[in-house]
Nanobody
């Protein structure tokens, strides 16, 4: 059984940095695209960033582009989200996700349980 476990969330001040980690167990996800999504209270889950299986192709939501950086380490079966210059509107539960290469983010294969990020002004 595949599990994605996020860590690194917490409460920070606006302008601070935070690094989220996602470690997979149960199978290697080297051939999977990895992504981060978030869900704020009262809002739908939204895409934040994704990275292809090789790590060379990345994509970001307009709201985080230039501030967040996604990366992965296939040897550790892990993905990361470096968050910089965070804003109160970044407050949300952040979820790690994996989809088989060639698949669609509309049909995620695996989800993590989420980690809370709270940004105060």
């Amino acid at each position: 059984q595949v599990q994605l476990v996020e860590s690194g969330g917490g409460s920070v001040q606006a302008g601070d940095s935070l690094r989220l980690s996602c470690v997979a167990s149960g199978r290697t996800l080297s051939w999977y695209a990895m992504g981060w999504f978030r869900q704020a209270p009262g809002k739908e889950r939204e895409f934040v960033a994704s990275i292809g299986w090789s790590g060379t192709l990345t994509n970001y939501a307009a709201s985080v582009k230039g501030r967040f950086t996604i990366s992965r380490d296939n040897a550790k079966n892990a993905a990361y989200l470096q968050m910089s210059s965070v804003k109160p509107e970044d407050t949300a539960v952040y979820y790690c996700a994996a989809v088989n290469s060639g698949g669609s983010w509309a049909q995620v294969d695996y989800w993590g349980q989420g980690t809370q990020v709270t940004v105060s002004s």
